[in-house]
């Protein structure tokens, strides 16, 4: 337990506006899908009232950053133009910002036009790319000049390809490869704020999500914050062979583990549950008995 002890207790901070969020004890990312087409919560949130009351909802009971997404990327969805993903999103980010003014915002999407318009007209403090800058050669650039933590996930493919059949020699040893060469990218630039996401069920079969869990702990070698994205997804609902709407308890497991495993920031549609596994792992991973060989 000695190495966990050390990680856990390290100093981790982005900085969200000139306000250092500490990442030592794992942070919620809350998510509010405002999609027509999510595989979990879609049309859950589709007006100004229902919108509201579910934020109130998550930072009351511990969410610490608002993941908002406006572009669904399970597969099969529909594509969206640019300017109906702006559509989606600015009335949504107006209404959060105007009644939330201090809540640490995130936007999920790959396209840097849209990145540019949240950060500058809505005070967004982190961009969360599915495609670390595959799907918009110009998102790099875009993040170095607007100067916001940005989340880099590993995708295999797009949306709409990428669970045809992936395929891995060494899944964490790819996986690790793909970082290590957008790092250093990003980092020319001048972008230092980086979260990395493994990008469970994006690109990957059963097998290959299990072994990024169980291996986690390898992409500390970056020593970079490191988010895991599992709530309610596929790699819980087909081992138990339920739906998502049934796999809470799972993926409270699984976020348990996580947790344990090294992650730093947990993307959940359940906040409540997901602050209850950071208390019981943090007392957990702090737990100390300095007279057991008294």
């Known amino acids: 337990m000695q190495a966990k002890d050390t990680f856990f207790s390290r100093k981790l901070t982005i900085n969200c506006g000139g306000e250092l969020l500490d990442l030592s004890i794992p942070k919620i990312m809350g998510i509010l899908n405002i999609t027509p087409d999510s595989f979990f919560d879609g049309e859950r949130y589709s007006t100004k009232e229902k919108i509201l009351f579910q934020v109130n909802k998550m930072i009351n009971v511990g969410c610490d950053i608002l993941d908002i997404g406006a572009y669904s990327s399970r597969p099969g969805a529909q594509n969206i133009s640019i300017s109906e993903e702006l559509n989606r999103l600015c009335p949504v980010l107006e209404t959060i910002r105007t009644e939330f003014p201090d809540i640490i915002l995130s936007v999920d999407t790959f396209r840097s036009e849209v990145a540019k318009k949240v950060v500058e007209d809505f005070n967004v403090n982190i961009i969360n790319d599915i495609s670390a800058g595959e799907l918009d050669n110009n998102m790099f650039e875009t993040i170095a000049k607007l100067n916001v933590p940005y989340i880099l996930m590993h995708m295999k493919g797009s949306p709409d390809n990428m669970q045809g059949n992936p395929k891995y020699n060494n899944v964490i040893k790819e996986v690790i490869d793909y970082f290590a060469v957008k790092i250093k990218k990003l980092k020319l630039l001048g972008v230092n704020d980086l979260i990395i996401d493994p990008g469970f069920g994006f690109g990957k079969t059963l097998e290959h999500n299990y072994q990024l869990l169980k291996y986690l702990d390898d992409f500390r070698i970056f020593e970079l914050p490191i988010l895991v994205g599992i709530s309610r997804k596929s790699m819980i609902n087909k081992l138990l062979e339920i739906s998502p709407e049934e796999a809470l308890n799972g ?30 792992c943090t007392k957990f991973l702090n737990a100390k008995l300095d007279n057991w060989h008294d």
Request: aromatic share 0%; hydrophobic share 45%.
């Open 251 to 280: 993926t409270s497991v699984l976020n348990t583990l996580s947790i344990v495993n090294g992650a730093n920031i947990l993307r959940v549609h359940d906040v409540k549950e997901a602050s209850e596994s950071i208390k019981l």
